[in-house]
């Protein structure tokens, strides 16, 4: 098949990229500038050049693929709502596109969409429509599409790693440099979620060939990280103190990513890794945060 992927030079979309074409499909990606178009030439992929601003713009050259795999987004987290109705608005303009078809378009959301509120893990049966996450527009967005007959299928997301990028803990990484100090809240016990970004790109293949119309899969191949450890491994890296926050220090320490140091972000991928087969083998969170150059 030949396979329109947006963010194709991204952390995670050149890996989905790569994937692809080891899977022997062809590739169309969505590129902002030149420089990441020669980068897709270089790969055998053929180049769209566009922006999420403007999809109107780009979305006609879905016509000649047989699916859609959307990883792109705008991870300027000061702007996250903002950056969430953009997205929204993306999906609706790549689902115009495929209205009528039978061909697959794959989004990107997060599992805390996933999270009933109960304490338990998120789990991919799971959607809240009125969930106070801003991410919830782009699931609002594809529910839209799967209603009027488009066969939408979300990828969830943890928090992606790599030695190189671990997702928000990257920007958790540079706020404990800047202060001289790996800050939790409380006793540190709100978890995150996670999984290796080679992994994660491998899922994104299975849901493609493997996947159901209007399913939900997780990428989680860690369930619950304590921030505690997180902190204390960050701290090792950074040979800087770990320490415990009161909750009303949060915002003053944290500033804009306090909402997200306060959260418990632990979800399941159990189902997914049954009904694809999905087994990841990448390194783990701290593994990968352990041997990173700080």
């Not at 809240?128 to 990828?155: K, Y």
């Not at 860690?222 to 450890?229: A, G, Q, R, T």
Request: with cysteine.
């Amino acid at each position: 098949m030949r396979i329109f992927v947006t963010g194709a030079t991204g952390f995670i979309g050149s890996r989905v990229v790569s994937a692809l074409l080891a899977r022997g499909h062809q590739v169309t990606g969505l590129v902002r500038s030149e420089e990441a178009a020669r980068q897709l030439a270089d790969k055998g992929v053929t180049a769209q050049r566009g922006t999420l601003e403007d999809p109107r713009a780009w979305v006609a050259g879905i016509d000649l693929c047989d699916a859609v795999i959307h990883t792109a987004f705008d991870h300027d987290f000061t702007r996250f709502a903002e950056n969430c109705e953009k997205d929204r608005r993306v999906i609706g303009a790549i689902g115009s596109v495929l209205q009528g078809s039978q061909r697959p378009l794959l989004i990107t959301s997060g599992t805390g969409m996933g999270d009933d509120g109960s304490g338990e893990p998120a789990l991919e049966q799971n959607f809240n429509p009125a969930h106070p996450n801003p991410r919830v527009a782009s699931e609002l967005a594809g529910s839209q599409l799967l209603e009027s007959g488009i066969d939408v299928r979300v990828v969830r997301l943890p928090q992606v790693h790599n030695t190189e990028r671990q997702g928000l803990i990257s920007y958790y990484l540079s706020l404990a440099r800047e202060k001289g100090a790996a800050a939790y809240l409380g006793e540190g016990n709100n978890a995150w979620c996670a999984a290796h970004v080679d992994d994660v790109a491998g899922l994104y293949v299975k849901v493609l060939e493997q996947g159901h119309r209007g399913e939900r899969y997780h990428a989680v191949a860690e369930e619950s990280i304590p921030s505690w450890l997180i902190a204390q491994t960050v701290a090792a890296g950074l040979d800087v103190p770990a320490v415990s926050l009161k909750s009303e220090q949060a915002a003053e320490h944290f500033g804009w990513f306090a909402a997200f140091a306060m959260m418990d972000m632990r979800a399941s991928g159990a189902w997914t890794r049954q009904q694809l087969d999905w087994q990841p083998k990448g390194p783990g969170l701290i593994d990968d945060l352990s041997s990173m150059r700080f």
